[in-house]
């Protein structure tokens, strides 16, 4: 924990210095004389920052708070058209590029809160189906509303591609850290305590509606974000981007890394996606393959630790114990 | 002064009368005990006065300090919360995968002085606040003698710790009033006892009025001052532990009566 000043001046030096080693080697092995991150692999990279800003915003709502959500792709289509749109009328600098993903963070927002006030009264499997019933509905209103507007089924497109490395790795780098600060606060244990007992933390003085709240407007901000650096990225949306199989993939990410881990969201969505790319050459059985590494990793949890960590002790220790759940959880 | 006053309550679920026109009262300090065979609807009285339930009639009312009688009809539990009335779980309800620590610092969230954005940034308020909470939290965790295991999780504390914890985050919350739900459930003789001593302490130290349900009845004669009886929703006596002992329909309904 951290009270005085000095420590929060060195915690903060010590944050920004990792970020910085972080953006520095990744820079250098991107320089086209050492060329290990080519230019595809440049991609891969910023898909990569992009999917752990919409991961650590569903982990908020989903591992952190409790809240299980399956319309996070919605609202991550809420930016990106937010976004799309701002672009198309305005021209493209630094300034109306950082404005379009507020724009698309905030409309996303807005429609979370406006969305969570009847919905979070529900609990697990409901709201689920309420927050997959709204993901539908925003896809379905762009697919149907004229072309001239949002494009409609065809899509939008041109949009001018402006998210670059630098965007998108800011972007995931501030996510991660507004999170993590959100996690240490009072805020962030009111959070955790509506996850892990209503009834008791209620009675403790939390207004659960209102945490739940938050964590859900917070969570859909920082998916709006990053449907706005998304279209930039791509420079082509269309409303079967955001479907229901598009929530699932950023529910994997958080249920890999760990509920409630924000250090296993990051690595979960690297990994997967680095699998993503050793997979793609087998075409057909890729799927195949990749459910199937998902179904070992998922046995390997086995554990409330995250499952690198589990990997880790695995090395360690030679006999692997199945059982190794422990009788903790009681 | 009375602190606490429940007139006439009642609560019907569906057919059934749980709990039938009861009158009860707190006077500031005073440690009372609510006791009465299963079913006999104590539960469902503290889940009136803390505004789980809404009774079907009645009013229920709380004195805070500056003095303002508070009528809670209709509202929410975190709302009642907030004058200063907690409370413990029958079933222990700890946050069971977080530390003792941030049991503890839960209960104080109410009073979170900063903004969201304030602790994105670590404001110098969010520095203040959260040193204030550390320390107050410190303070309740040594008096129930947690404090050397505030960085377990509450789940692997032993059962009773557990109580103990659920006690302490109860007076986190600032409470002037606590009630307890059977606190001395599961505990063998020599815990009890233990308990009987804590509770006392804590009572002198923040100056709170408790409110508690037990069926050990050593325990409850030796601590409370003031008891209710209640059977089958009704209230059938009230008085000075000596009293309740010698009356003859407390007797009744926990032993039965002769059939002549």
Sequence with gaps: MIFDKKTRAKSSIKAIIVVCIIYAVMKILMLPQINVINPFYQTIVMKICIEITLALGLNLITGITGQFSLGHAGFMSVGAYTAAYIMLHWTVNLATIIISALAGGIVAGIIAFLIGIPTLRLRGDYLAIATLGFGEIIRILIQTTDKSFLGGAAGLSPIPIYSNFELVFIMAALCYVCINNILKSSYGRSMVSVREDEIASESMGVNITNVKLLAFVAG??????????????????????????????????????????????????????????????????????????????????????????????????????????????? | MNVMQADHISIVFGGLKAVDDVTIYAKKGELLGLIGPNGAGKTTIFNMLTGVYAPTKGSIAFVNN???????????????????????????????????????????????????????????????????????????????????????YAKNLPYGEQRKLEIARAIATGAEIVFLDEPAAGMNPSETEELADLIQILKNEYNLTIVLIEHDMKFVMKICQRIYVLDFGILIAEGVPKEIKSNPNVIKAYLGEEIE
């Excluded at chain 1, 990410?253 to 690595?267: E, M, P, S």
């Excluded at chain 1, 969505?269 to 057909?284: C, K, P, S, Y």
Aim: glycine share 10%.
């Design chain 1, 220 to 330: 859909t901000f920082f998916a709006g974000i990053a449907g706005a650096m998304y279209s930039g990225y791509v420079g082509f949306i269309q409303p079967k981007d955001f479907g229901f199989m598009k929530s699932i993939e950023i529910l994997m990410i958080v249920v890999l890394g760990g509920l409630g881990n924000i250090k296993g969201t990051v690595a979960a969505t690297i990994i997967l996606n680095i699998i993503g790319v050793i997979l793609q050459d087998f075409a057909e059985i890729r799927m195949i393959l990749y459910a199937l590494l998902l179904i070992i990793i998922m046995i390997m949890m086995c554990g409330e630790s995250p499952w690198i960590i589990k990997m880790r002790n695995m090395l360690n220790i030679k006999k692997f114990n199945f059982k190794g759940r422990g009788k903790a959880g009681a």
């Design chain 2, 66 to 152: 500056s003095g303002a009688e508070i009528n809670i009809k209709g509202m929410q539990p975190y709302k009642v919360s907030r004058i200063g009335v907690s409370r413990t779980f029958q079933n222990i309800r700890l946050f069971k995968n977080l530390s003792v620590l941030d049991n503890m610092l839960i209960s104080m969230h109410k009073d979170v002085g900063y903004s969201v954005f304030g602790a994105i940034i670590k404001s110098g308020r969010y520095l203040n606040i959260e040193k204030e909470f550390y320390d107050k939290a410190i303070k309740i965790l040594q008096a129930v003698k947690l404090d050397g295991k505030k960085d377990e």
